[in-house]
């Protein structure tokens, strides 16, 4: 009896893998769109991401994630104009607002988290806290914002500019702009809107006050027109893996969605993040590493492999190439046969520098060649990818997560809805099989569900 009770305490005690997925329109992979049982028709039918959320919370997800460009495609406007043969054969990130898509999903689920991404390069911090303030009182208390700094030199072309801001400026501004959105949510106590009908007085104005920020990049009076979120602020996600990148998920993320490849370098990067967190004060349980996972998953290696083959074929080639070369800084392939390796020398860009990095170290790694190398990022960007039955992609998360690379996952289903079934119905049932998943939903925000505290206003 001591004993059963002794491992029913250790169950209850153990900390649990934490997961999200990320919902594109019809999967991460270029191919996902021609895939048979995708549904690119349905991009902007709110009833098709409704199916996908409730799919997910089924499974019992912490959070639905959607990446975000301001720009239908990539590359400057010179290299769009050149490729734009190849654009058209690819289908865009996004063709919905993802706060305005999040909002409406919000009414369509009950527990699942909701996080987009929003650009501090190209937007304005009191427009970004008042909006994710929103989100969070709308969905009581699920909402988080993924912080990047805009890679994508495209939407400077939509932002008045006729160059891209340079990778030092774009972090400086970071760092001010969440400084500036850290205390707009903190400008308004909790309780401080009385709404006192007998003697009148709707709010406490102790507990209402300005900001009066002053910067380099932003000058912002306050209070937010928006009282208090419910999770005092919206889980923060942070996804750049550069040196300048890291320092600001150590200082200022909830969370931190990054791409590794080994389990060394998930490791170094874990214990890089917690011990830079540490040094700016933080718990060291904080912030939450998820790492970004591609899964194939089937009841045999072979429907395994099949499934993963398939996709890769859809990639249109010239596409591909297209997408490599934008994502390695525009650097020019065309001159290269697609079945010989990458050029010794890949030039120095201003776009994103962990992940052109990291497709460099792949391809010299794996020894791909150029054709082998943009199908791997097709089908991942940079993510590891997972391909076998739910057991062994078990044993692979499961051993992540027991030597400290990791804390949890984003799932990056290659196609939708397809991917997202076949992890729900196959995966999670091993997890929770091997006790290392939640069977019912702990709290009632995200904060909540991911073992997050709920910071305290730091304004009064």
Known sequence: MA?????????????????????????????????????????????????????AEAGKLDVIFLADSIALYEGTAEEQDRAKHALMRAEPKRLLEPLT??????????????????????????????????????????????????????EA?????????????????????????????????????????????????????PINHRGKHFSVRGPLNVP??????????????????????????????????TLDSGK??????????????????????????????????????????LINELVDPEFGLYMLSDLLGGVDLTRYHLDGPLPDEIPASNGSQSRRDMIINLARRENLTIRQLYQRISGASGHRTLIGTPETIVDQMELWFNESAADGFIV??????????????LVIPELQRRKLFRREYEGTTLRENLELPRPANTLS
């Open 268 to 309: 170094r990067f874990y214990s890089s993040v917690k011990e830079r967190a540490a040094a700016f004060g933080r718990n060291k349980t904080a912030p939450k590493i998820m790492p970004g996972i591609v899964t194939y998953v089937a009841g045999t290696e072979a429907e395994a492999k099949a499934k993963y083959d």
């Open 412 to 425: 990056l289903p290659p196609s939708l809805p397809s991917g997202l079934d076949d992890f729900v119905d």
């Open 157 to 209: 072309h939509n932002f008045s500019r006729d160059s891209h801001v340079g990778h030092a400026e774009r972090y400086d501004r970071a760092r001010e702009f969440m400084k500036v959105a850290l205390q707009l949510w903190d400008s308004i106590d909790d309780g401080a809107f009385l709404i006192d009908k007998a003697t009148g007085l709707y709010g406490d104005e102790k507990k209402v006050r």
């Open 101 to 154: 898509l999040l909002s409406a999903l919000s009414t369509m689920t009950r527990h699942i988290g909701l996080a987009s991404t929003a650009t501090t390069t190209y937007n304005e911090p009191y427009t970004i806290a008042r909006l994710f303030a929103s989100l969070d009182h709308i969905s009581n208390g699920r909402a988080g914002w993924n912080v990047v700094t805009s890679a994508n030199v495209a």
């Open 228 to 261: 208090r979120p419910p999770q005092g602020h919206p889980v923060i996600f942070q996804a750049g893996s550069s040196g300048p990148g890291v320092d600001l998920a150590a200082e200022t993320a909830d969370v931190v969605f990054t791409a590794q490849q």
């Open 3 to 55: 004993h059963n009770a002794i491992l029913w305490v250790r169950e209850m005690t153990r900390k649990h893998i934490k997961l999200g997925v990320m919902v594109p329109i019809s999967g991460v992979h270029y191919g996902g769109w021609r895939h048979p049982l995708s549904q690119p028709e349905r991009a902007t039918d709110i009833e098709y991401y409704g199916e996908i959320a409730r799919k």
